[in-house]
């Protein structure tokens, strides 16, 4: 992968907040099995998979619409740093829905 490439998959990897992914999984798995009464099918993973995007989603949903505020509190992070279009950071995060 080049320097550019890597670069730009670390910035997707911050607007995501990556270090936080286990939370929308271990919110959907109890209630996930609740629902299945204990019974692992297709559907179960296909509900983490949906929590998960969607989770990722809002975050990069919300560091869209506050990139504004994020130009002055937070300017590293991506859409402020211009390591991302926040043109760009709307249309994968409306893909992930």
């Known amino acids: 992968m080049t320097?550019?490439?890597?670069s730009k998959l670390h910035a997707y990897l911050e607007i995501i907040r990556y270090p936080l992914f286990p939370i929308p999984i271990v919110s959907t798995l109890p209630g996930a099995m609740i629902a299945s009464d204990g019974r692992i099918?297709?559907?179960f993973p296909l509900a983490l998979l949906t929590a998960t995007l969607g989770y990722f989603a809002g975050m990069m949903k919300n560091d869209y619409f506050h990139r504004d505020l994020?130009?002055?509190a937070h300017p590293n992070r991506p859409i402020p740093s211009g390591r991302l279009s926040a043109r760009e950071v709307f249309i994968v995060a409306s893909s992930l829905y």
């Open 3 to 6: 320097d550019g490439k890597l």
């Open 41 to 43: 099918s297709w559907r």
């Open 70 to 72: 994020d130009a002055k």
